[in-house]
């Protein structure tokens, strides 16, 4: 029979698992606000991260107690102090999408994203989310191959963003100031996400592993 | 007589400040390179980071090698877990900085800050020297007073970078896009850098009280 340690130990893993639900909702959301220029959406975004926010302070709260009570050794102690490092990133990426949320509710009743952008726009957000579904995938199945190719994914995210520059710098933009700072920023935005969800696939290789990863070397 | 594992909870505190004055360091070159235009120091700021990779390691194998081997409790299991929080913050503010040199190294042989947001990128750049010394002060001390005072000078960093923009989408920019989406960049640099000040002090009082911060409740 299992014991209430081992069952607190997969209770973790559950949480985990329902924040990057939570973080994967919040950034198709934002973009849905975003490319719809749609502020009721914009409203529930910004109002939903206080949910990913109280699931950060949960997780962190039942770590350490595991940490302080149970003396946790080899497998369990990284996993727990991943886990601690963990929601730190998922809050960040929760904290990423209210901020395109805020640039889509500050454009209201226009699309902050002007016509010829909305492709790249798009396709960042859908690269995002993947990577947060695979993320899902990582924890729950501890796919250390799957973590692997996340890398991947995240060059096209790269390539992505560097394409939103030459748009925005091009001689064919005529949109002026203040779309373009909208756009390099929603860039970035998007870009954090996806290499916090990089980070997140390390921290299970690391917990997997022992090592860090050695595509890294 | 104190002992081997006191000492080693000793050394990596002081691998903390010394991670703490790296990034001051990086922090305060890469504002130079940026507002002098100059490419030699930008390229110092971004091979340098290295050295601060290289700590982070070091700090984080020396922290899980002390939660393996001596299963602290209370007090120092919180700094254990705290310093390896910590840092992914230092790590992350070191990056922020590199992101500020290479700013300043595609401008080159321009500047990339126009006359007039001088004095704000200038006024930013030393709330953030300021918020990373005081961050070392905060960990050298366990000053919970201190990093309570750090909430503070932060808000001044936020309206700082709200002021930029009021500048940059103003009727008076005469400067086209590229500079403003360095400018609107840049802000969110130092703005983030700032953050994590905050953030790394916020861990400290939870290091000292075993709390959250009341002023955050």
Same mark, same amino acid.
């Given at each position: 029979m299992r014991?209430?340690y081992?069952?607190?130990?997969d209770? /973790?893993?559950d949480?985990? !698992? =329902?924040?990057? #639900? ?6 198709? +959301? ?8 749609d502020? =009721? ?11 990913i926010?109280? !699931?950060?302070v949960?997780?962190? +709260?039942?770590s @350490? ?10 497998g369990?102690?990284?996993m727990?102090v ?8 998922? +809050? #960040? ?5 209210v ?5 889509? #509710? ?12 909305v ?7 859908a /690269?995002a ?5 695979k ?6 199945? &501890?796919?250390?191959a799957?973590?692997e190719?996340?890398?991947?994914v995240?060059? +096209?995210?790269d390539?992505?963003? #560097?394409?939103?520059f030459?748009?925005?710098?091009? &001689?064919?933009?005529?949109? $002026?100031v ?5 756009i390099?920023?929603l860039?970035r ?9 990089v980070? /997140?696939?390390r921290?299970?290789? @690391?917990?997997?592993? $022992?090592?860090?990863? &050695?595509?890294?070397?």
């Amino acid at each position: 029979m299992r014991d209430a340690y081992a069952d607190q130990l997969d209770s /973790i893993r559950d949480d985990l !698992l =329902t924040m990057t #639900r939570l973080v994967e909702t919040a950034i198709s +959301e934002a973009t849905k606000a975003l490319l719809d220029g749609d502020a =009721t959406i914009a409203e529930q975004v910004i109002s939903a991260d206080a949910q990913i926010d109280a !699931l950060r302070v949960q997780i962190e +709260e039942h770590s @350490f107690e595991l940490l302080s009570l149970q003396n946790p050794v080899a497998g369990d102690l990284r996993m727990l102090v991943a886990s601690l490092r963990m929601v730190s990133e998922f +809050e #960040r990426m929760g904290d990423l999408s209210v901020h395109i949320a805020k640039i889509a #509710r500050l454009r209201v009743p226009d699309v902050a994203v002007p016509t010829e952008v909305v492709p790249t726009i798009t396709r960042m957000a859908a /690269i995002a989310e993947v990577m947060i579904a695979k993320v899902g995938h990582i924890i729950a199945n &501890s796919d250390v191959a799957a973590a692997e190719e996340l890398e991947q994914v995240d060059e +096209e995210m790269d390539r992505l963003r #560097r394409q939103s520059f030459r748009e925005l710098l091009g &001689s064919d933009w005529k949109h $002026g100031v203040e779309p373009a700072v909208d756009i390099a920023l929603l860039g970035r935005y998007y870009e954090r996400i996806a290499d916090h969800a990089v980070s /997140i696939a390390r921290r299970v290789v @690391f917990l997997v592993t $022992g090592e860090q990863p &050695s595509y890294l070397a």
